[in-house]
């Protein structure tokens, strides 16, 4: 995911971030394992992409980081900038971002889970961002993955590129069915590669309400019965 920093201004305009933050703060974010972004269980994957004619090698995954209070996940919204860790970071809460970034989320982010569906979910974000094109698809286009080798995994023995890039293409298909607005959207912003993580939204009162009388009749009936 390091790459070198050439035609970010575009896919910053691109992401389109939309309205509904909260007052913006500033953090210091550091890796939650030293000396490994992607934390001790390595949820990434060597890739080669190709971007409007420029080819690009690096990783792709999840990033592991702290604000040395709470650990999460993020992922890069920002193709073609290195992540700066050195630097601190704006924090913006967001309602609201971009339709085909909430449906991806809605569509996939509940099931990245390792390497491959972290690679994949990575993919298929930077697809809906940096495509130019009107369909979405990792393995054509002006964003196109050439190579996809999950770490730790032997291309000799595992169909790595097909696979991630499988995933991927398959989490773009579910967004046309995709529900929107179950999460909720951090943005950690520098200089460097900027960053998206999520949280799901809570349930309102009256639908924990409504949660726990369905849980004591469904408890009565077990009694009775």
């Known amino acids: 995911m390091r790459f070198a920093k050439t035609i970010a201004a575009a896919f910053v305009a691109t992401v389109a971030l939309s309205a509904g933050a909260a007052e913006a703060k500033t953090v210091d974010l550091d890796r939650q394992v030293s000396g490994n972004t992607y934390g001790s269980e390595n949820w990434k994957s060597y890739i080669t992409r190709v971007m409007g004619g420029t080819t690009y090698k690096g990783t792709a995954g999840a990033f592991r980081l702290t604000d040395s209070i709470n650990d999460f996940i993020t992922f890069c919204i920002q193709p073609g900038v290195f992540l700066d860790l050195k630097k601190d970071f704006t924090v913006t809460e967001k309602a609201s971002v971009s339709a085909n970034i909430d449906k991806l989320f809605n ?3 509940g099931e990245v ?10 993919l298929a974000l930077w697809e809906v961002i940096a495509e130019t094109g009107n369909t979405f698809n ?3 286009g002006y964003h196109k993955i050439t190579r996809a080798q999950v770490a730790g995994v032997s291309s000799k023995k595992y169909n790595t590129t097909a696979d991630v890039t499988g995933t991927a293409n398959d989490y773009l298909l579910r967004m046309t069915s995709a529900p929107t607005g179950n999460y ?3 943005i950690f912003s520098n200089s460097g590669q900027d960053q998206i993580t999520a949280s799901p939204v809570p349930l309102p009162a009256s639908a924990l ?3 726990g009388g369905l849980g004591g009749m469904a408890a009565m009936r077990r009694k009775k019965a």
Do not use: I, P
């Open 107 to 109: 569509a996939a982010y």
């Open 113 to 122: 889970k390792d390497a491959k569906t972290a690679s994949a979910f990575q």
């Open 138 to 140: 990792v393995l054509d």
């Open 184 to 186: 909720r959207y951090t």
């Open 209 to 211: 309400l409504l949660l």
